[in-house]
């Protein structure tokens, strides 16, 4: 590789998704639970929750994945330079996120070899009875990471926010379960966005990427942390949020109409 | 950072070590396992195997080189961009090397945000009674990475090599004991060496840093993973092995004086 050259359009050039076949059917959980009917279906937004038989496990699911995007692509096994794998033993739902930046990293530094790198990211998310536990799920996905990709990763504008807290752990090796604290947790995050956007809005900014005062009308799809789905929404509405809060001038008469109370 | 430049001269900025104080002597770990005199001293060229006492345990390992790494460099905990930690809960001994070579790649990638990386690395390596209890020991190290470095990381000749064998795992996850096959695992680390060191010369040729039939003659400083300390000599050992194989005329009546046989 050229040393004096990025290699051009770095991303995601395929990807695959697997999810167990088996699911709680999230309304009868309600039911089994003893919650208010719609707690989770309307209120967390969810439906289904998959649940592994004892057939699958964490490898079974990254395996079945890694083999499918394998053969569907027509690649061989030689083509993979790096493999990453992001699943919850480490750095619990940010494993996968690592693993993809990381991938994206050694493609863009010297160590890259000309080959694909494949992330591998999976989780079984099994909570202890009580809030959590709705909240629970399996899954796997593999991707394949290359230059002249379709779906590209834009250079400088990335961000990352960390901060130490108790939030969500797991203090106790002999068990399964996690000790979360669900309304800190959802706080920590709803901060955490709130920088990431701040960074990405002033970086985007002096890269000359976009100058709206809004971000969210010059991008075309977000995508965001899905503990439960009712999150995702609140994400996004959060990030109008930000963009009213920074607005010098906000339209409260159209745009931010009935807003003026959060200024 | 210019997209179109690497940063200059990445590589090792400053480095800190910590070992615990106390330690078994290997001469009565011989007498104790009724092992024959010298098995461990002369055969595996150790003398003290480090233990924790009871006030430390890794989290305090590796804070300890952190915070002197910090305090002797007179940097700031906001100086470091990225903290990589390599303990043996991932990929076992080369989960600090691969932590390593993670932050060199970020700071060669258009993730870097300019400041440094710090990668810490720690071990407390405990095996159960048996041949491989005496390759045990305790330590960490905190690294300091950025451009400009003392200790550079050249580019494009690094090499890498990995091979499925269960030499090393730990199956049993309530067990603080790995399963060691320590004769399997050796040979698993020479083959691994021979691999990397050829590809690692053709690399360097190709680059037009060395086209000696020998590299260790060019080469001032050999660093190599130490479970204990004989297998560092015979792996410098296996690198002259190799440059005999490779060359198309040795020099039995100097360099390689008796080595006839194993041609």
Redesign the interface.
Known sequence: MD????PKDVGIVAVEVYFPSQYVDQSELETFDGASTGKYTIGLGQSKMGFCSDREDINSLCLTVVQSLIEKNNISYNDIGRLEVGIDT?NACFGGTSAL??A???I????WDGRYAMVVAGDIAVYATGNARCTGGAGAVAMLLGPNAPLVFH??V?SIYMQHAYDFYKPD??SEYPVVDGKLSVQCYVNALDKCYHMYKSKAKKMGISDNKSLVDSIDSFIFHSPYCKLVQKSFARLMLNDFWDDPDPDFANRYRGLEKYR
Do not use: A, D
Request: glycine letters at 6%; hydrophobic letters at 25%.
């Open positions: 040393q004096n050259n990025w480490t930046f990381n994206i990293n050694w863009e530094s010297s160590s250079r400088g990335r090796l002999s």
